[in-house]
């Protein structure tokens, strides 16, 4: 059963019937959003239901837009596990630090979910042909679900994404191209092209699912915490349907009575220096980001000038207590291989600049030694060869081995 009641514009409340396919409202062109029946669904949806169902996104079904699970387009999109780094914990001096590692999922990053539940949708609507502009790894697991599902697929980003990014597009049979621009530039070929090639867009917030998909977060982190939510997420914002998603997941949860305490955690959006709309906004104290110029970082993930959800962002951060900030650009491979030294973990380079964040935060008493903390590892550090940029020694099999050398 399906408990969706309709969709509501983000910005301007107006409805919409999810019967049918949309895109932005059409009134304000803001995205639109996903209702529930919440007082149903507490009534018949209750934390006991999710005892033995598989560790995947779909336990949630219910709290889910599909109407049909017998269209669910899936890779297996496990629930992914939360590490507590103790090393990493003693090194910035505080007591409960966690990182939630969504590099397992299918196409090694968390945009699996979000395009999990946005093509499952396109199929359950009996869409062929999907498009969507990518910073990155939107872009590698939309083609890899549209494949699944049977799906014409076209993938826009710009020339220099990293090159794992674009063989794996590649790769997953869809119709890839390099465009001399930057994400906001891709997004306006795929708008232009709905009426030329009649493909659906399925860009960031452009659609209502992919925040549905990412929601997923916060309910999977609400349950692995026992409905005790932590104090505090550092999450790194690009386009914000994670950080969104996973402040509706805490709205509907509270709605359902599931959660242990009201206290929500503090929302830090993370970005860096070279790429931080949201950060400047939120220092400027404005609701809505000027488009950041020029968008310069290894992070491809996050360099997103222009996010049509920005007001969505800066909401759900203010009204958590929380913060946006930006870390240098510098220090991204550093935390990188930080992290990786100390912990084992292959953090990507968006989520480095959590760890930048969270050392100022801790620094200006934001944040507390003994507050249980969270950061979401995204992606996989091993799809972005071109972050690290060290040599490594060669070592000559022919000759004598110079042992003082190693
Ligand atoms: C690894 C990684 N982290 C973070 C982001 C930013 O995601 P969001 O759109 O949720 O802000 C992206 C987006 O491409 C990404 O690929
Ligand atoms: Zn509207």
Redesign the pocket.
């Known amino acids: 059963m399906n408990y969706v009641t309709h969709l509501e514009c983000a910005n301007c409340a107006a409805r919409y019937d999810a019967a049918k396919v949309h895109n932005l409202c059409t009134a304000c062109q803001r995205p639109l959003v996903v209702r529930y029946d919440l007082v149903a669904l507490k009534q018949k949806f209750s934390k006991k239901a999710l005892f033995g169902r598989p560790p995947t996104i779909w336990r949630y079904l219910e709290l889910l837009p599909v109407r049909d699970p017998a269209k669910i387009v899936s890779l297996t999109e496990t629930i992914t596990p939360i590490l507590e780094t103790k090393q990493l914990a003693s090194h910035f001096g505080v007591q409960h630090l966690y990182l939630k590692d969504e590099s397992r999922l299918p196409t090694g990053?968390?945009?699996a979910r979000g395009m999990a539940m946005a093509v499952s949708m396109a199929h359950g609507f009996g869409l062929k042909r999907v498009a969507c502009p990518?910073?990155?790894?939107?872009g590698g697991a939309m083609a890899a679900y549209a494949a699944r599902a049977g799906m014409e697929a076209y993938v826009f980003m710009p020339e220099d994404t990293p090159i794992i990014n674009q063989k794996e597009c590649f790769l997953a049979g869809a119709k890839t191209f390099l465009v001399n621009g930057l994400i906001t530039d891709c997004g306006r070929i795929v708008g232009e092209g709905r009426a030329k090639k009649g493909w659906f867009d399925l860009s960031?917030l452009k659609e209502p699912y992919r925040i549905e998909g990412?929601k997923t977060m916060g309910l999977e982190l609400a349950e692995q915490f026992d409905w005790e939510l932590p104090d505090v997420i550092l999450?790194?914002?690009?386009?914000?349907?994670?950080?969104?998603?996973m402040w509706k997941a805490f709205q509907e949860l509270e709605a359902l009575g599931w959660l242990k305490s009201p206290k929500r955690p503090r929302m830090i959006s993370c970005q860096s220096t070279g790429c931080a709309p949201i950060a400047e906004a939120f220092k400027k104290g404005d609701r809505f980001a000027k488009k950041f110029e020029p968008a310069v970082t290894i992070?491809?993930?996050?360099r997103?000038p222009a996010?049509v959800g920005d007001f969505m962002?800066l909401d759900a951060v203010r009204a958590s207590g929380g913060i946006a900030l930006a870390t240098p650009e510098a220090d991204i491979p550093k935390w990188m291989q930080f992290a990786g030294s100390r912990e084992g973990v292959a953090l990507?380079p968006?989520?480095a600049v959590c760890l930048g964040a969270l050392e100022v935060l801790l620094q200006d008493g934001k944040i507390k030694p003994t507050e249980r903390i969270v950061i979401f590892n995204?992606?996989a550090a091993q799809k972005y060869p071109e972050a690290v940029r060290e040599q490594l020694p060669r070592l000559d099999c022919t000759q004598p081995i110079d042992w003082a050398s190693i």
């Open positions: 990053s968390f945009k990518t910073a990155g790894n939107a960031t990412k999450y790194p914002t690009g386009g914000g349907t994670g950080l969104i998603g992070a491809s993930g996050i997103v996010a962002i990507c968006e989520t995204t992606g």
